[in-house]
């Protein structure tokens, strides 16, 4: 079964820290370019951060540059985004999301996304 599984979220105070995880199934996920996208109540869905397939390159939003980490484990089918300092402005449901062979700039900004996981909620507030 082709799916992407976020865990992760929850509740944090300002300042604080998450990571949240997502875990690849039926696909070669080495492959594929992996992004986490997140959407308000209200608001447009936006990309946050997106990784290459090799892992080699990645981009970020500039609302998270030097605050938030995205990683790959390709030999566990993972994807790590570690959020530090977190701000109430962070608060949205986030999802990860798989595009193959694609540009992380053209995944991220174009919202360009074939697979979509369930989505995790993160709530920053105190």
């Known amino acids: 079964q082709v799916q992407l599984v976020e865990s992760g979220g929850g509740l944090v105070q300002p300042g604080g820290s998450l990571r949240l995880s997502c875990a690849a199934s039926?696909?070669?996920?080495?492959?594929?370019?992996i992004g986490w996208f997140r959407q308000a109540p209200g608001k447009e869905r936006e990309g946050v951060s997106c990784i290459s397939d090799s892992g080699d390159n990645t981009y970020y939003a500039d609302s998270v540059k030097g605050r938030f980490t995205l990683s790959r484990d390709n030999a566990k089918n993972t994807v790590y985004l570690q959020m530090n300092s977190l701000k109430p402005e962070d608060t949205a449901v986030y999802y990860c999301?798989?595009?193959?062979?694609?540009?992380?700039?053209?995944?991220?900004?174009?919202?360009?996304?074939?697979?979509w996981g369930q989505g995790t909620q993160v709530t920053v507030s105190s």
């Open positions: 999301a798989a595009q193959p062979f694609t540009q992380v700039r053209t995944m991220c900004v174009g919202l360009s996304v074939g697979l």
């Open positions: 039926g696909f070669t996920f080495g492959h594929y370019t």
